[in-house]
């Protein structure tokens, strides 16, 4: 009986806010497709210089267009890196560094193409550590998954502001050829 009053009790309190909240990459109703997927798919990524930068762009392309599919981009994106590594952990004994920081922080831009129109702008960042071995091809690898690791976590923050601004505003005009 009291498990029964709490799931009226939570039901009640859902149903007014049923009409508030809406899905951000999904149809509004059954009538109602939002062109939101459309308008990520018509981004176009421009080249990020170095390693974490082949990672972050590859993560952004299949972020915005996951499908594969061709589409005229109406959007650019260009994003600027800065890494830096430290080393906050040190070993007293041998002096050397037990644990490193990378630290990456992402300047994104983008505008409409060709209009050159800014849409959105901003700065996502992210930290991942990584434990450092005497076995140097472990520091390697351990280096390269952080970096990995702060690609992916960038990719996901600059896709979600960007999905959020471009839900808030009218789609660009598709341009006929």
Known sequence: MRALLLAAFALSGAVPLAGCIQPLYGANGAFDA?????????????EIPGRIGHYLRNDLIYGFNGTGSSVAPRYRLSVVLRERVQTPILDTVTGRATSATVIVDADYRLVTWPQNVVVTQGTAFNIASYDRFSNRF????????????????????IRTRIS???????????LVR
Not at 138 to 157: L, T
Not at 164 to 174: L, S, V
């Open 34 to 46: 939002s062109p939101l997927a459309s308008e990520l798919q018509a981004i176009e990524v421009d």
């Open 164 to 174: 959020t601004e471009m839900a808030m505003r009218e789609p660009a005009p598709t």
């Open 138 to 157: 472990s520091n390697v690898r351990a280096a390269r998954d952080a970096e990995i690791r702060d690609a992916r976590v960038i990719a996901d923050s």
